[in-house]
Nanobody
Framework: QVQLVESGGGLVQAGDSLRLSCAAS????????MGWFRQAPGEDREFVAT???????YYTDSVLGRFTISRDNAKSRVYLQMNSLKPEDTAIYYC??????????????WGQGTQVTVSS
């Protein structure tokens, strides 16, 4: 069992940066693939980024070059550094854990989400 708690969301202006953090509790964090997803109002939840246990990373095209996912296994945390934020990045951001790295929503554990709002 893994519990995930996101933090770091907030209200920023277009062009600003934010760093989201996800704290994981439970065993074997280093063996999980960790992902970030987001859901905008009225939209389906979508994949943002993921990092495998051995630090392979994948991103959705819309954030490539602006967002960076990373992990600290010693602290059982995964991060999402978001630069050059745009109003269309506004969403609730969710952290998730999976046994196998994937860009689909087929993750085993999910956090409660943190709100990111980008004003124009």
């Amino acid at each position: 069992q893994v519990q995930l708690v996101e933090s770091g969301g907030g209200l920023v202006q277009a062009g600003d940066s934010l760093r989201l953090s996800c704290a994981a509790s439970g065993r074997a964090f280093s063996t999980y693939a960790m992902g970030w997803f987001r859901q905008a109002p009225g939209e389906d939840r979508e994949f943002v980024a993921t990092i495998s246990w051995d630090n392979m990373t994948y991103y959705t095209d819309s954030v490539l070059g602006r967002f960076t996912i990373s992990r600290d296994n010693a602290k059982s945390r995964v991060y999402l550094q978001m630069n050059s934020l745009k109003p269309e990045d506004t969403a609730i951001y969710y952290c998730a854990a999976a046994w196998v790295v994937t860009t689909t929503s087929n993750y085993d554990y999910w956090g409660q989400g943190t709100q990111v709002t980008v004003s124009s």
